[in-house]
């Protein structure tokens, strides 16, 4: 019996304003027992064909609160949840992922431009030696070994043509930094909204926020996936999708097809997995991990 009631998959942008629409944005949902669909977006404006950040918090805030009960949601989102060991100290004055993020929002909400990711990460170089962390260009890598931070996440070493949560520079296909940005202001208000908001929104990030075992119905879960490393979705009704709702669709197909066969939870649980050591363990639960990605054996640095 599979664990999760529901699935939820967003191809993210990090392109332009939250509130602006972006045509990069495609979110694909399914019922455990039922077909994938797109995602409505909720209240859109006359002629609105898009989605923007702003309605996607939206549309999770109401799919989180709906039946809290009845429900377990897995929402899978392509972005990174985290930078590498040591940022929160060495970039962002911080102790902790939450309280790190919660300082990468507070500059990203700031920054009064077009490209709020972008500017915020030009503050935070220029508040640091060395040109600070993000990388716009080619150039030396001295912050990171005077910081004495890794260029990637641990997770990025298992995956071929991942590229660093560090990397901005345009000219590279495939950049992710401008996502990330984005996407942890995104998710650090959705975590302060969970605390202080007077509706019932209980979740997990995953694997910052797990605790092991199982999560009670009501309790929904929120992981990282990356589209290349789950199969290409070959159906017929796909052939109408733009590549990003596709790429939507491979996270949510894999993760359906995993909790159907009942590995879901089994992959969950793995960051408690004894094959781990404690320093493994803390550096993953900081970082963050692509749900899917074999997960290190004991010793692994």
Not at 40 to 52: A, D, N, T, V
Not at 70 to 92: N, S, V
Not at 175 to 197: A, D, K, N, P, Y
Request: charged share 25%; glycine share 8%; proline share 6%.
């Amino acid at each position: 019996m599979p664990f999760f009631t529901d699935y939820i998959s967003v191809d993210w942008s990090g392109q332009g304003r939250d509130e602006r629409t972006s045509r990069y944005i495609g979110v694909v949902e399914r019922k455990s027992k039922g077909r994938w669909k797109l995602a409505k977006i909720p209240k859109p404006r006359k002629g609105q064909i898009h989605w923007s950040r702003r309605k996607l918090f939206e549309y999770v805030v109401d799919r989180f609160s709906l039946n809290p009960t009845h429900r377990r949601i897995l929402l899978m989102l392509d972005f990174g949840f985290g930078y590498p060991y040591g940022a929160d100290r060495e970039i962002f004055a911080a102790n902790g992922w939450h309280s790190m993020i919660t300082r990468l929002s507070d500059c990203y909400f700031r920054c009064d431009s077009d490209t709020p990711g972008r500017t915020a990460a030009q503050k935070t170089n220029a508040r640091l030696p060395h040109s600070g962390p993000f990388r716009f260009e080619d150039r030396k890598f001295d912050f990171y070994t005077e910081h004495g931070i890794p260029y990637y996440r641990l997770t990025e070493n298992f995956v071929p043509e991942a590229k660093s949560q560090f990397l901005l520079d345009p000219r590279i296909r495939g950049i992710v930094g401008i996502h990330t940005i984005t996407g942890l202001s995104w998710l650090s208000t959705l975590l302060q909204f969970r605390e202080c908001h007077s509706v019932r929104l209980d979740f997990r990030v995953w694997p910052h926020e797990w605790r092991g075992g199982s999560v009670p119905k009501g309790c929904h879960v929120i992981a990282e996936g990356y589209p290349k490393i789950y199969p290409i979705v070959r159906h017929p009704r796909s052939s109408s999708l733009t590549d990003d709702q596709r790429d939507a669709l491979r996270m949510l197909n894999w993760a359906y097809r995993c909790d159907k066969q009942g590995d879901l939870l089994n992959c969950l649980n793995e960051i408690g997995s004894k094959h781990l050591s404690e320093k493994t363990q803390s550096r993953i639960k900081f970082e963050g991990w692509i749900l899917g990605v074999p997960l290190p054996r004991l010793g692994a640095k």
